[in-house]
């Protein structure tokens, strides 16, 4: 559902410049003029066709596996509704993923963001607290175990969002993921000891 509605919004969205206007992020339109749905209504626009396929192949590979670890997660009488909180989780995470950038970029009319990068962020981390040794496939060639490319990609996006040397929103990727790896100690902090063993449960 999530990646069809995203889609639908993306493509036609492509060919009107006004509703994509409308809809993106702006941190100035948000603060300023309370324009608060952009902080959710980004998150299902694209720059591009290749910007809007890597994502929702991420959020197809990635998010049946959230949703099976979220159910696991959650209490016996709230398992029924996992997906419902699988949305919301997913919706919390486009807003959350923005706010650096809407308090570093809150006085500049001219800085606008799209993309559900964030948000995705959020889904591959939920997921390497639960697998942190999973092999995930760097250009879906090269394998690498999860908890360590949730560090590296930590500490790029960090980086590049001190560089702020491209077009590419790196503090919404940084947030995000934090964000994501975080949720499920929301849901149940006892989970911690989950993530711990699952950490010392490597071998050679």
């Keep these: 559902m999530l990646i069809g509605f995203t889609a639908l919004i993306s493509i036609s969205a492509f060919n009107n410049s006004d509703w994509f206007y409308k809809l993106q992020f702006n941190p100035y339109q948000v603060y300023h003029r309370r324009q608060w749905y952009r902080l959710l ?3 299902f626009l694209h720059a591009s066709w290749t910007h809007l396929i890597i994502n929702m192949l991420v959020l197809y590979f990635f998010g049946p596996q959230v949703e099976r670890f979220l159910k696991m997660a959650l209490a016996p009488e709230l398992q029924h509704l996992y997906r419902i909180i699988y949305l919301l989780f997913y919706f919390a995470a486009i ?11 809150k006085n500049d009319p001219w800085y606008n963001a799209v993309g559900a990068s964030g948000a995705i962020s959020a889904i591959i981390f939920f997921f390497i607290f639960f697998q942190p040794w ?14 360590i490319m949730g560090v590296l990609y930590l500490m790029y996006s960090h980086f590049m969002s001190k560089r702020e040397t491209d077009n590419i929103n790196h503090d919404a990727h940084l947030t995000g993921a934090l964000f994501g790896f975080i949720f499920p100690l929301i849901l149940n902090y006892k989970l911690i000891h989950y993530f711990i063993s699952q950490l010392l449960s490597f071998s050679f």
């Design 41 to 43: 209504t980004h998150g």
């Design 95 to 105: 807003v959350t993923a923005s706010l650096t950038s809407l308090v570093k970029h």
């Design 134 to 147: 999973e092999l995930l496939y760097i250009y879906g060639i090269i394998p690498i175990p999860g908890i």
